[in-house]
């Protein structure tokens, strides 16, 4: 697929690039351009390094290489496959992650907050119990196990295939001793004691009926990773309940709800959540503490 005059690393950027914009593809599952895009490509396909010096650029692809960003460009234009699913990695928070099709790509904004140790809200040399729930390919778990020194984090997923990676991923960072996998509907698995100074959560939470109209790349990704009922709230509303009866009263839960955050103001214009803001871009995720959430609860629930 890559033409023959095309010789350098920078030749196959730009052509590929130029492919992308052509197609149509959507940018949203690790880089937002063409141009990037096409960079990443290019590096993974080639094993060479995200931050490779521009110097490399210049220099002449194999055959075999040019075959191989070849068949990589053919899944990423003609069955707008996500780049992180054909090099089977994705980063999350500074975390190169094995992902595959059985768990959602990380992009989640949480990588923000987790880095900051969570802080304002916990002090994070005192955070020792950590429950993920949706934990996917466990890059929050394993992201929450290096930022929180201190932590075991309860990894939750009803796939198994999640738990799979979550264990790969674990592993692979060296926490596995302080992350566990866990088969587990929200935290219906989980005992009642001792209870949790975080909680975490990027649930699915996309609105059933917008789910067609999203771009061909989200149709590769787990419909039960995206697909949040009617309302976009169908796990967040029985996680409200569940996580007010797991949490320290300082402690915290953290859920993204996306665009779906106008669906939860409306749902629950009483709770006292506060909206976060991310520096490096995405919305929807709010913090509550354990005390307000069981104050709210019992009228409500
Ligand atoms: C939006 S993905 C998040 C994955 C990962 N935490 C991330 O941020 O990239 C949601 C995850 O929730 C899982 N899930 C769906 N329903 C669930 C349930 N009832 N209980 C626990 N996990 C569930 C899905 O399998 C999927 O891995």
Redesign the pocket.
């Known amino acids: 697929m890559l033409p023959d005059e095309m010789q350098t690393l920078t030749d196959a950027v730009r052509w590929a690039a130029s492919r992308f914009e052509q197609a149509g593809v959507f940018y949203g599952h690790g880089t937002d351009n063409a141009i990037d895009e096409a960079v990443a490509l290019v590096l993974q396909a080639l094993h060479l390094p995200p931050d490779l010096d521009s110097l490399y650029f210049g220099t002449r692809l194999s055959a075999d290489e040019k075959a191989r960003i070849g068949d990589w460009l053919q899944q990423r234009i003609d069955d707008h496959r996500p780049l992180p699913y054909i090099a089977g990695e994705a980063w999350?928070a500074g975390l190169s992650f094995r992902v595959d099709e059985r768990?959602?790509?990380?992009?989640?904004p949480?990588a923000e907050l987790i880095e900051a140790g969570f802080q304002p809200w916990l002090d994070p040399e005192a955070v020792e119990r950590i429950a993920?729930?949706?934990?996917?390919?466990g890059?929050?778990a394993v992201a929450c196990a290096y930022a929180l020194p201190q932590a075991r984090v309860d990894a939750?997923?009803?796939?198994d295939g999640?738990l799979e990676l979550t264990r790969a991923n674990s592993a692979d960072h060296g926490v596995a001793s302080r992350v566990t996998a866990i088969a587990?509907?929200?935290l219906g698995a989980l005992a009642a004691e001792p209870m949790y100074d975080l909680i975490v959560a990027?649930?699915?939470?996309v609105a059933s009926e917008r789910l067609d109209a999203m771009p061909a790349e989200f149709r590769h990704e787990?419909r039960?990773?995206?697909d949040g009922g009617v309302d976009g709230l169908s796990?967040v509303h029985p996680l409200l309940m569940q996580a007010a009866e797991r949490l320290h009263d300082d402690g915290i839960l953290v859920c993204?709800v996306g665009h779906s955050w106008p669906a939860f103001e409306q749902a629950y214009p009483e709770l006292p959540v506060t909206w976060l803001a991310f520096e490096r871009g995405g919305a929807g995720v709010f913090v509550i503490t354990g005390h307000d959430l069981r104050e709210y609860v019992p009228n409500h629930g």
Request: proline share 12%; glycine share 8%.
């Open positions: 999350f768990v959602l790509i990380p992009r989640s949480l993920d729930v949706g934990t996917g390919c890059c929050i939750l997923d009803t796939s999640a587990s509907n929200l990027n649930p699915p939470y787990p039960q990773g995206l796990l993204e």
